[in-house]
């Protein structure tokens, strides 16, 4: 009704009465509605922030077994500790265990998109060598343990899975350790997420995925052979290739050819594989260091982010106090070299700003005839020289992984 034929209706007095009470709703109601935009905004807002760091939050998986101290009320747990899964921020904030159980969890790995930690289990038989090993996956939070491997038999041991570029395979190195009358036999098994089984590679002793596809380079006997993502095989070298690694879709880099202390570090054109592109001594050519003192270079580890850095991993030694071994960033344009860590691993976050290593410290006697092994794990950036400690005390950690690809 139009306010005039309102206002003919009603007493002046009577009128003005409801219009205050009109117009004090309306500035209630206009309130209201801009209290709720207000907070509506604040909420996406803090969607879109806790979106943007999700994939920080303790981005860090590593195994691990802790122990306690003789004589304290927890001595007990002692005997029946195992090692199992944590997740850490990489200040080392927030340390949560993920899985639990009387099973040994070790060797986590980060699926490419950041939702899926894929890990090894054994199911401990005591006095019993032959354990029965899995491989496993789980959601970020330890919920959804699936088994999507089991070791072929007794005596057979599994190493730490290799995932493809693309997360949807998985590459599993398996030993049957040979006792009789077991032939020693290494295997490289292939499986989806699932767990189906895709390809076997007997007498497969080193394995690499390309970072690019899902194709593969594989040692099999003393030669390699590179698998196009569909399984198309070719022969790249024999007999002196020790060690070969990706660096471009269309370049390798490996050991090849070592002699004595020397190790030389040699690029191959997938083209053209008898072609040298470039050419790198290790050792050799310092000579105040001597050949028994020389770290081994072993194995090398692409750089992600750049085709032109290399990582080499080089054993200096395995004392009573546990394997270290020594990772050096090589500049493939100036041949410059720099330690990076002396660990057990090594493995960096999504931007390659920091590092992540384990390092054992020390052997503490425990009262009972037993030793443990004190580890610590370590975050450091890479511009800085000091690791900064995040996990320590009376632990044991075995490995650790880093999530690389924010989630979306």
Known sequence: MPESCIRGILRPRTYERRRRRWAQ???????????RHIW????????????????ADRD?????????????????????????LYRINPDGTGRKQITHGLYTDEAPLWS???????????LEKPGDRANIQLVCKCDPNGEGVRTIYRSPGEHW????????HDGSLLAIPGTQDGMPPVVYLQRITIINTTGRTIRKLDDCTRFQWSPFDNSFIAEIGDAWYLFDKNGKKTLLRAGDAESLNWLTKDQLIGIIGRAS??????????????????????NASDPKQKEDDAPRVYGLKRDTYS????????????????????????????????VIAQGQYLDWDRNRSHYLTSTVRK????????????TKLFVRASKSEKWTPIVQGRVWVHSASWRKMPIK
């Not at 030694?317 to 990772?327: A, K, V």
């Not at 052997?363 to 004190?374: A, H």
Request: charge should be positive; glycine fraction near 6%; proline fraction near 6%.
């Open 112 to 122: 490419p998109d950041g939702r899926t930690i894929y890990f090894m289990r054994s």
């Open 157 to 164: 041991w599994i190493n730490e899975p290799a995932i493809s």
């Open 261 to 282: 202390n020397d190790t030389p570090i040699v690029t191959l054109d997938l083209k053209n594989p008898n072609a040298t592109l470039v050419d790198f001594h290790i």
């Open 40 to 55: 509506s905004f604040l909420a996406i807002i803090l969607i879109v922030l806790s979106s943007l760091t999700a994939s």
């Open 307 to 338: 085709s032109t850095h290399i990582t080499t991993e080089a054993n200096i030694g395995g004392s009573s106090s546990g394997p270290y071994n020594e990772f050096m960033d090589i500049d493939l344009k100036t041949g410059k070299r720099t």
């Open 60 to 84: 860090i998986v590593y195994s691990a077994r802790y122990y306690y101290p003789p004589g304290t009320k927890t001595e007990k747990f002692r005997t029946r500790s195992r090692e199992h």
């Open 25 to 35: 709703t309306s500035r209630q109601n206009l309130k209201v509605n801009t209290m």
């Open 363 to 374: 052997l503490v006697p425990y009262g009972d005839g037993r030793e443990l092994y004190m």
